[in-house]
């Protein structure tokens, strides 16, 4: 129950994070919400589109040709994926990092992945999470490493929560 309890009050926090005026929007229409990830040493400030529903979810940044620097997108789930679940580049251009979130915001796992230059996306590789996930996050590829996050550190939504005191 209390694993419920957590993943419930953490969709909760982060569907608040998204919503109103808080959260600007791009030229495609998605939201976008100031967040950091936090690691044991530094907080890096970075800017994220969502995408919470299954149709934005499925274009994400496919036909992109540029992403700027500390900013991505955060795939939301309503309920958590299997270690199997993946994504994949299919009309991707641009080389990507994928981190795997839990639901305090812990990144599981780190992937890289490559465009798919096939026409056809049944050729396209997946690249799977490894670990459940709740939520996940592409940035430009070298992202993660340039700045020493690994799994373990976590994503925190919300300019004001990113702040040190």
């Known amino acids: ?22 959260a600007a929007e791009t030229s495609t229409g998605l939201p976008v919400v100031a967040a950091c990830f ?14 919470r529903s299954p149709q934005e979810r499925r274009k994400g940044l496919m036909g992109r040709e540029s992403l700027a620097a500390n900013s991505g997108m955060l795939f939301q789930y309503q309920e958590p ?11 991707t251009l641009i080389p990507l990092d994928i981190a795997y979130l839990g639901v305090n915001g812990e990144i599981g796992s780190i992937r890289q992945m490559k465009p798919c230059a096939s026409t056809n996306g049944a050729r396209c590789p997946s690249y799977p999470a490894g670990v459940e996930f709740i939520s996940a996050v592409e940035m430009n590829v070298g992202f993660f490493e340039a700045n020493g996050i690994t799994p373990g550190d976590r994503l925190i939504l919300g300019e004001q929560s990113c702040k040190t005191p």
């Not at 994926?81 to 009309?91: A, K, L």
């Open 38 to 51: 936090v690691t044991g040493t530094s907080t890096i400030d970075v800017s994220l589109e969502l995408a």
């Open 1 to 22: 129950m209390r694993n419920c309890n957590a993943l419930l009050c953490s969709i909760a926090i982060l569907a608040g994070c998204s919503g109103g005026s808080g």
């Open 81 to 91: 994926q299997s270690p199997d679940h993946g994504f994949w580049m299919f009309q």
